[in-house]
């Protein structure tokens, strides 16, 4: 019947047509049928995985007829080779999805799997091979590197070697995008940017599909890709990339030597942002001063209030008296201000506890505090013109602090 309405249809014009394309169809369901019904008459039981496959393998077999005799078949079925090569991407898209779902049950057959799939992911690239950069081809180049990656990593779980090799997908992943960046895509007939484009995004994209198992290394690795991106690119954005990796690298750090501190779990984040706040042209705007003012504000009293508890007075004195420093140092404002009052709250804290501990020592600290207060407070009524227009001085130079 299909055979009937494919020999009817390419001879009718106009609507005519539409007998041709449901003949094509037809025979595709067909065949399709055909090979479900041989695979039922095997020896052995065949599950939904290998069943899959055969249809995946048949499904690549009509494109490649499609793709391969195009002006064959368009010359037999006077139809414009534009129209196979639709009906090819067709067949490559319904095999696609096939094979992904067969991939879900147990494959008897897991060779079989992979190149159907190696068959996919070429057809792909091989629809992006194109001197011209157009939406199209780039479209085609991204789900072909996809598909690539999927059959890959159906592969190694095939092979029952995920647990070695998956934490080295980010390192792989930074050879393939150097080896993307340097090939000469001109002379091999496709253009070069969507291939940079990939290559920019591929580590980043593995670290994060990978990252309950990636390696420590692979970490590093990604991190120096994009280090040297910033280079290449001439874009320090590039480096937001590279400090989310060294991030996920000093938890792993932490975790592997059982290291429960919050303030060390906390500093790569604060460092990061307190980076992007100095580099990003975003913040170098003047009129985005302020805005950069209270994300440091921010970021800081958050890292020292959640770390306050869990850690020793003296490491939040210390760190909070070098921040304070530094604020005076870099006559940056966030640091001044952070630093002086959890510094003060720390000392503070510490003449409570002292006084709690030693009685005597409580009256001695309450008079001092008192004696202080009262010459302070003289002090003050004396030279009261005078500390005025000293704090409103400091005042004017604190606002053109960063």
């Known amino acids: 019947m299909s055979l009937i309405l494919v020999s009817v249809g390419r001879q009718l014009r106009g609507w005519g047509r539409s007998f041709l394309y449901l003949g094509l169809l037809g025979l595709s ?31 690549a077999a009509v494109m490649t007829l499609y793709r391969g005799f195009r002006p064959q078949l368009a010359q037999y079925l006077q139809v414009p080779q534009q129209r196979l090569s639709q009906i090819a991407h067709g067949h490559w898209g319904v095999g696609t999805l ?22 996919f992911t070429t057809y792909a690239l091989w629809q992006s091979r194109s001197p011209d950069h157009s939406p199209a081809t780039r479209t085609w180049l991204y789900l072909g590197v996809a598909q690539g990656y999927a059959v ?19 390192a792989i992943a930074v050879l393939l995008a150097l080896g993307m960046r340097h090939a000469p895509w001109p002379a091999w007939g496709w253009h070069p940017q969507p291939w940079q484009q990939v290559a920019r ?15 420590p290394l692979s970490l590093l690795a990604i991190a120096l890709f994009y280090i040297a991106a910033r280079q290449w690119e001439h874009q320090v954005r590039w480096h937001y990339l590279a400090l989310t990796a060294l991030c996920g690298l000093a938890s792993q750090g932490l975790e592997a030597f059982e290291i429960n501190a919050p303030i060390l779990g906390f500093a790569p984040i604060t460092l990061s942002i307190l ?6 042209p975003f913040f170098q705007d003047d009129k ?24 020793h007075w003296s490491i939040i004195g210390s760190l909070s008296l070098l921040l304070l420093l530094a604020g005076l140092s870099l006559k940056i404002r966030a640091f001044l201000f952070v630093g002086t009052s959890f510094f003060v709250i720390t000392i503070f804290e510490q003449f409570i506890v002292f006084g709690t501990l030693y009685t005597l020592s409580k009256w001695i600290l309450g008079l001092g505090f008192g004696v202080i207060l ?3 407070g003289a002090i003050f009524e004396s030279q009261k013109i005078k500390i005025q227009n000293a704090l409103e001085e400091y005042r004017l130079r604190l606002q053109d602090w960063e």
Do not use: C, K
């Open 29 to 59: 369901l067909s065949t399709s049928e055909l090979l479900l019904n041989q695979l039922n008459d095997v020896g052995w039981e065949v599950g939904w995985g290998d069943r899959g496959v055969a249809l995946a393998l048949l499904m």
């Open 98 to 119: 096939i094979l992904g779902s067969a991939a879900t049950a147990p494959i008897r057959q897991p060779l079989l799997a992979l190149i159907t799939g190696g068959v």
């Open 152 to 170: 890959l990593t159906i592969g190694v779980t095939i092979a029952g070697q995920q647990a070695l090799i998956l934490p080295w997908f980010g």
């Open 201 to 215: 995004v591929l580590p980043a994209i593995v670290g994060v599909l990978t990252v309950d198992e990636v390696h």
């Open 275 to 280: 980076y992007i706040t100095r580099v990003d």
């Open 288 to 311: 985005e001063r302020n805005l950069r003012h209270q994300l440091r504000l921010g970021t800081l009293a958050l890292f020292f209030a959640l770390s306050y508890l869990p850690t």
């Open 374 to 376: 009262i010459l302070a």
